[in-house]
């Protein structure tokens, strides 16, 4: 232990700090002989055998908020909560006594004039063999055995060092932090506002510097005052923007209106010179003549008024027979008489007796019916229908009353029978829709313009020039009633 306290004092620069860290050493290892507690934090570490195992000085760093908060008592019968007994406080206070009197009796002879020479260490013998052996080195000898005794210090001896030698004084705390934001780069714009212009007068110039317009009214204040702009500026620039939008809205209405026009004179242009060309290819082919062609109209019109009429006939007749016969008549109705049991759909016809579908027995298909042996490319989920068409119709289609009463009224329907739809709001001049028929025979007028004549007389040249073209009217005539029939 003294060993380690003079090689200590040995390695410090200053005598007065190492004699003070010795003087600490010795203390720190008698605390940790006898295991006394500590009043405050040592700046070495020792271990048992009170040799120094790191030289730092630690710190107790309180930096969270559950440092402050004192520590709550979990359990009152902890026996590190207990006092000690009396036993135990013997003990300890011997143990402090004796350490007391031994630091204060060392203290006490170190500060006496005349003390007794230290007790000396026990001599060491060290065996020394040097790395180069010959008889030229070392007097022949291979080895030597050397004994280390230590030195005997005189105690008349006055001290080698100073001790009244002022310690250089160590850092001061540092500093309370200021709670700022970090420093950031300013930008051009900071630095332009922060820049004061020099003050350049407007009257004299003793050394005739041509100053910039700009730096010479900076400095008059000009721009330091709030301009403040009439309203009536935004008013006139809002009515020149709507002016320019009006005229550029009439232009372009112009425009189509041209366009529009040019577009209808074009139009006009193309039939006249299509109805030319058609009087051409008729006046060579040759047509019948327009009493015939309306004969032919006439008898076609009657035919279909006779079909209607027997459609409605046949529709009254429903609307009067019986319930049962009525629908009797309309399941019957468009119905196929050769093939009366339709394959693969269910049979609509009701029955009090539980029924099943005989195709379900006797089958070979189960739950992998749809896989088709494994293949994935085939596509047979819904190779038959569900149901019926018509069923599905009536279930599906059938629309919902009340749904739109909120948006049209209550008298919807009311108003949607009597309006009369399909027909234009603007009739043409001359046609008169109330008229159902005519009352006695087709009134003929005569004809103003002669086409009559004029397509006589083409019949009768194209008959002459071209007499393989008399199937042509035939042609047109059958073309003209199966437009008329569809």
Known sequence: QSRQIELLTE????????????????????ESALNLPASKPSPFLFNLQCSLVIFFIFQVIYSKYTDLVPKEVMNVDDPELQRPDEEAVKELTEKTRVALEKSVSQKIAAAMPVRAADKLAPAQYIRYTPS???????????????????????PMEPPRFKINKKIPR?????????????????????????????????????KGYTIPLDKRLAADGRGLQTVHIN???????????????????????????????????KEKHEEKLREMAQKARERRAGIKTHMEKEDGEVRERD????????????DRNL?????????????????????????????????????????LFNQNKGMDSGFAGGEDEIYNVYDQPWRSGKDMAQNIYRPS??????????????????????????????????????????????????????????????????PSDSNRPKEHDHEGKKRRKE
């Not at 180069?132 to 005189?154: H, L, P, T, W």
């Not at 932090?177 to 714009?189: A, E, F, N």
């Not at 009525?326 to 759909?345: F, H, M, P, T, W």
């Open 231 to 265: 309203e009536n500026f935004a008013k006139l620039a809002e009515a020149l923007y709507i002016a320019d939008r009006k005229a550029r809205e009439a232009v372009e209405m112009r425009a189509q209106v041209e366009r529009k026009m040019a577009q209808k004179e």
């Open 132 to 154: 180069q052996q010959g008889v030229a080195f070392n007097s022949g000898a291979k080895q030597r055995v050397i004994r280390m005794v230590e030195m005997q210090k005189d």
């Open 170 to 206: 160590g850092p001061p705390s540092p500093p309370a932090p200021v709670m700022h934001s970090p420093s950031r780069k300013m930008t051009v714009k900071e630095q332009q506002e922060w820049k004061i212009p020099p003050c350049i007068s407007n009257w004299k110039n003793a």
């Open 11 to 30: 390695s410090f620069s200053y005598p007065s700090i190492c004699h003070r860290l010795a003087q600490s050493l010795k203390f720190a290892c008698h």
């Open 303 to 314: 035919e279909i008024r006779h079909d209607r009429r027997k459609e409605r006939q046949h």
């Open 401 to 466: 009353k009340n749904v739109d009463k909120d948006m049209y009224g209550d008298d919807l329907e009311t108003r949607i029978k009597s309006t009369n739809r399909f027909v234009p709001d603007k009739e043409f001049s001359g046609s008169d829709r109330r008229q159902r028929g005519r009352e006695g025979p087709v009134q003929f007028e005569e004809d103003p313009f002669g086409l009559d004549k004029f397509l006589e007389e083409a019949k009768q040249h194209g008959g002459s020039k071209r």
């Open 319 to 359: 609307s009067r027979a019986a319930p049962d016969k009525r629908s009797k008549l309309q399941r019957n109705e468009n119905r196929d008489i050769s093939e009366v049991i339709a394959l693969g759909v269910p049979n609509p016809r009701t029955s009090n007796e539980i029924q099943y579908d005989q195709r």
